[in-house]
């Protein structure tokens, strides 16, 4: 089986700075696209950025500029730099993994890790 566990997460003042990681363990053996998403209360899970395995990141056009996605396949592990952090990125954040378990491709979900901006 496979398990994706987020960390990272936490309460920041507005203006801030937080680290997410995301490491994928498990029966794995390849990983495509992996991403953030971010589900505020009383709304929908949106996407936040997203990277393919040759590296090529996408971002929502609300982060673009203040985040940054990078992974490290060596240790099947994603990462969201977030800096100028605003009250509306509060949110549990989830990580996102399309990959090869061994007998076909699928969608992985962690478990979700809440960020909170506020003074």
């Known amino acids: 089986q496979v398990q994706l566990v987020e960390s990272g997460g936490g309460l920041v003042q507005p203006g801030g700075s937080l680290t997410l990681s995301c490491v994928a363990s498990?029966?794995?053996?390849?990983?495509?696209?992996m991403g953030w998403y971010r589900q505020a209360p009383g709304k929908q899970r949106e996407l936040v950025a997203h990277?393919?395995?040759?590296?090529?990141?996408h971002y929502t056009r609300s982060v673009k500029g203040r985040f940054t996605i990078s992974r490290d396949d060596a240790k099947n592990t994603v990462y969201l730099q977030m800096n100028s952090l605003k009250p509306e990125d509060t949110a549990v954040y989830y990580c996102?993994?399309?990959?090869?378990?061994?007998?076909?491709?699928?969608?992985?979900w962690g478990q979700g890790t809440q960020v909170t901006v506020s003074s």
């Open positions: 498990g029966s794995i053996f390849s990983i495509n696209v």
């Open positions: 996102n993994a399309d990959l090869d378990y061994g007998a076909g491709m699928r969608d992985y």
């Open positions: 990277i393919t395995d040759d590296g090529n990141p």
